[in-house]
């Protein structure tokens, strides 16, 4: 089993900035798609960014994108998200998610953590 734990989420004012982590508990780290997905309250969770195994490729949601840069350590098993400008609507849940890539395309996988807030404040 892979088990994933998420960290770094907290109360932020609009225009800041956070890095999420999410450690990874598996031994072949370095061969799985990793994804960030968030959920807000009342909405369905959202595709956030992904990262292919060996960090050479990624893709952002469109909301994000030129704000948010999701990496990876692979020698410390730790995905990571830098969230910068943030803003009230990135307010959500943050789920780390490991998964596949199918061409260019992100497909989740059944291994998610727990899951760390981020409130942004306006």
């Known amino acids: 089993q892979v088990q994933l734990v998420e960290s770094g989420g907290g109360l932020v004012q609009a225009g800041g900035s956070l890095r999420l982590s999410c450690a990874a508990s598996t031994r072949t780290f370095s061969t799985y798609a990793m994804g960030w997905y968030r959920q807000a309250p009342g909405k369905k969770r959202e595709f956030v960014a992904c990262?292919?195994?060996?960090?050479?490729?990624?893709d952002y949601a469109v909301a994000v994108k030129g704000r948010f840069t999701i990496s990876r350590d692979n020698a410390k098993n730790t995905l990571y998200l830098q969230m910068n400008n943030l803003k009230p609507e990135d307010t959500a849940v943050y789920y780390c998610?490991?998964?596949?890539?199918?061409?260019?395309?992100?497909?989740?996988?059944?291994?998610w953590g727990q899951g760390t807030q981020v409130t942004v404040s306006s």
């Open positions: 990262i292919s195994g060996e960090g050479d490729t990624t």
């Open positions: 998610n490991v998964g596949y890539l199918t061409g260019s395309r992100y497909q989740q996988g059944m291994y």
